[in-house]
T-cell receptor
Framework: DAKTTQPTSMDCAEGRAANLPCNHSTISGNEYVYWYRQIHSQGPQYIIHGLKNNETNEMASLIITEDRKSSTLILPHATLRDTAVYYCIVRVGRGAQKLVFGQGTRLTINP | NAGVTQTPKFQVLKTGQSMTLQCAQDMNHEYMSWYRQDPGMGLRLIHYSVGAGITDQGEVPNGYNVSRSTTEDFPLRLLSAAPSQTSVYFC??????????????FGEGSWLTVV
């Protein structure tokens, strides 16, 4: 099963772009990279996912390196409400049904 | 459409007591799962189900039982609660089928304290 490595914590100024890195060097060819976030005391929230192309939605952008061994989640204009723990997850398990969460990155947006 | 609903939201148990955490979803999702989250930690998978009548173990299944008699419900049972089971529990469900775009939806969590 592919594992992910993320920094424990990061800070970003309000209004600036927040760039959250993730390493997944053992990812296999058919595994997708997912990003979720968890705002304090709430259930995790889906942000974005990708296979090998860069992806963008209304919440964020996902940049995946050509060798797929790492990725970066970009919040283009971070707000205070983006303060949360961000999880980078590679889809693993029998039938790829399970999501395995690591410890994530605690992102703090500062005013 | 209520999404994923967990009950109770808060519960205090004495060591050795049993209880069931309820989880229901109204999205016709085949896949449901239970996670626990300890303070300052990520989520860990307890049990999951890919459909009615089918369950399987996750990373930390010991001390927990599950069953899946209907598509909508996936209760988590603690047969003999231990202080080590003090945690926040999240139920989750996912769209049917195996496609990469299927998003997992989480409930709001159940805070369990075992004294």
């Amino acid at each position: 099963d592919a594992k992910t490595t993320q920094p424990t914590s990061m800070d970003c100024a309000e209004g600036r772009a927040a760039n959250l890195p993730c390493n997944h060097s053992t990812i296999s060819g058919n595994e997708y990279v997912y990003w979720y976030r968890q705002i304090h005391s709430q259930g995790p929230q889906y942000i974005i996912h990708g296979l090998k192309n860069n992806e963008t939605n209304e919440m964020a952008s996902l940049i995946i390196t050509e060798d797929r061994k790492s990725s970066t989640l970009i919040l283009p204009h971070a707000t205070l409400r983006d303060t949360a723990v961000y999880y980078c997850i590679v889809r693993v398990g029998r039938g790829a049904q399970k999501l395995v969460f690591g410890q994530g990155t605690r992102l703090t947006i500062n005013p | 459409n209520a999404g994923v609903t967990q009950t109770p939201k808060f519960q205090v148990l004495k060591t050795g007591q049993s209880m069931t955490l309820q989880c229901a979803q109204d999205m016709n999702h085949e896949y449901m799962s239970w996670y626990r989250q300890d303070p300052g930690m990520g989520l860990r998978l307890i049990h999951y189900s890919v459909g009615a009548g089918i369950t399987d173990q996750g990373e930390v299944p010991n001390g927990y039982n599950v069953s899946r008699s209907t598509t909508e419900d996936f209760p988590l049972r603690l047969l003999s609660a231990a202080p080590s089971q003090t945690s926040v529990y999240f139920c989750a469900s996912r769209d049917p089928g195996w496609t990469a775009g299927n998003t997992i939806y989480f409930g709001e969590g159940s805070w369990l304290t075992v004294v």
